[in-house]
């Protein structure tokens, strides 16, 4: 997903103005993008629809150029449909705080169930989880284990009234002779409320596939316990079933908040979409690993981004908004349309917009490509820029539009009123040339400008 939306945003960049056709274009690239994702249709229409009448409606923004409108706008509808504001769990007012999981076997809700608790924990809380999952003979030890890597007690049946292992048929799916999940379920409420638990989490069995009987059961169990959040868990990686599923359990057993499993493996985000858009709940947490450590708090924009693939290129933009001032920018590319002369006073320019915009470093860090250059970008030194600016401010207005002009006496002036040394200046000379030079070439090309003089 990530790879093609990319492309057709790089196919925007390089247009000065954005036309029908443009936005018809690129909308079109946005729909065939989120379809290979595995995004249901209803919600990949939903989304173009909204963001091809935005987009044409064109709101307009002083700092920005119609491709970075279109990419805004792009990335508000994903936060839009991905829920908005993150949110995590509502507690309860009184009592234990009761979490209900719900999901599909193998989604990864006994996992969740430790993670969760270890979150929990971590935060000062004293969660208690509850085995309801007493279909396969292994579940309730499966929990007991989870239990204890993240240090949380587990409430299952006393082992006398597990039995019944004879009956359990080829698929795993046994009859109820584990117990009754729903006087369990009750039983371990009750367990948590006198050994003053403040969260109780509920692991529910899963099947292979949505049954009625499943649903029958998890709708049973959340009547008895009457849950302030039922978490329904699925696989992220499931694609174009995640919609189907997600509806099922939305009808059959109702949940207050998604969590999207296994987003370590390269799930691209397309299920996320799906169930969100189509059931409306916020996505509430990933799990991202088998480890009880593995688990995050879902954050709609930044799983927008992660689906954009552009670092935080919003950010970034919605910086650039506040500090550029357009007539500025226009000149600007004006000057570097018409090849002209890159002078010490656009420079002071750029620095300063720069600076408005916040630290270069960490600017630098959300561009797209430059995750990798974090270590490299770290060493840089800021101060560096500071003696640069000196340096520059210590120019007279003419030695500033004639920087060739600088010969030796002014050289050493400068270096005197900077507080620097000559071959400093020096230094900022041959980069500043070089840059001058390397500026007309890609205007001859058609490229962007980048930051003549800046050291590095
Ligand atoms: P349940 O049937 O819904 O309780 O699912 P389980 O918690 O038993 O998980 C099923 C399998 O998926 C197990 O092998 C887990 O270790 C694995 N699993 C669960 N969550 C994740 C995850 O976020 N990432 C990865 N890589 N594996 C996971
Ligand atoms: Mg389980």
């Known amino acids: 997903l990530s790879d093609r939306l990319t492309s057709t945003f790089k196919n925007l960049r390089s247009k000065g103005r954005l036309s029908e056709s443009d936005v018809n274009k690129t909308v079109r690239d946005i729909r065939m993008a989120l379809l290979d994702a595995d995004v249901a249709l209803p919600v990949v229409k939903e989304f173009t629809s909204s963001v091809r009448d935005r987009a044409l409606g064109a709101e307009v923004s002083e700092a920005l150029n119609p491709a970075q409108q279109v990419v805004k706008i792009v990335n508000e509808e994903l936060v839009d449909i991905l829920g908005g504001q993150t949110r995590t769990i509502r507690f309860a007012k009184s009592g234990p705080t009761v979490i209900m999981l719900a999901g599909l076997q193998g989604a990864g809700k006994t996992t969740l169930a430790g993670k969760l608790a270890y979150w929990l924990k971590e935060q000062g809380h004293t969660p208690m989880l509850v085995a309801v999952d007493l279909q396969r003979p292994n579940a309730v030890t499966q929990l007991q284990v989870v239990g204890e890597r993240a240090g949380v007690p587990v409430y299952a049946p006393e082992q006398g009234n597990v039995g019944g292992h004879d009956a359990v048929g ?175 006073d656009d420079f002071l320019q750029q620095m300063s917009a720069i600076k408005k915009m916040g630290s270069l470093k960490s600017m630098l860090k959300m561009m797209p490509g430059m995750g990798q250059m974090s270590a490299q970008l770290d060493n840089l030194d800021e101060r560096e820029f500071d003696r640069v600016e000196a340096m520059v401010r210590s120019m007279t207005p003419f030695e500033r539009n004639h920087p060739k002009q600088i010969n030796g006496s002014r050289r050493a002036r400068i270096a005197g009123g900077s507080g620097v040394t000559v071959s400093e200046v020096n230094q900022l000379l041959e980069r500043f040339g070089e840059a001058q030079k390397m500026m007309k070439q890609l205007a001859r090309g058609g490229g962007l400008p980048g930051m003549p003089g800046m050291p590095g």
């Open 170 to 344: 080829p698929t795993g799916e046994g009859t109820r002779s584990f117990g009754d999940p729903v006087a369990v379920s009750r039983d371990g409420i009750r367990e948590a409320v006198s050994k003053q638990h403040d969260v109780v989490i509920v692991d529910t069995a899963g099947r292979l596939a949505v049954d009625a009987d499943l649903m029958q059961q998890a709708g049973d169990i959340r009547a008895a316990i009457n849950p302030d959040e039922v978490l329904f868990v699925i696989d992220a990686m499931i694609g174009q079933a995640a919609v189907e599923t997600a509806e099922a359990f939305l009808e059959g057993v109702d949940f207050t908040g998604v969590v999207l499993s296994k987003l370590d493996g390269d799930a691209r985000g397309g299920a996320a979409l799906s169930v969100a858009g189509v059931t409306g709940r916020p996505i509430m947490f990933a799990s991202t690993g088998e480890g009880v450590k593995d688990f995050e708090v879902f954050h709609p924009d930044r799983m927008a981004s992660r689906i954009l693939d552009m670092g935080d290129v919003l950010t970034l933009i919605e910086q650039a908004e506040k500090a550029f001032d357009r007539a500025q920018a226009a000149e600007m590319e004006r000057k570097f349309l018409a090849a002209e002369d890159f002078t010490f």
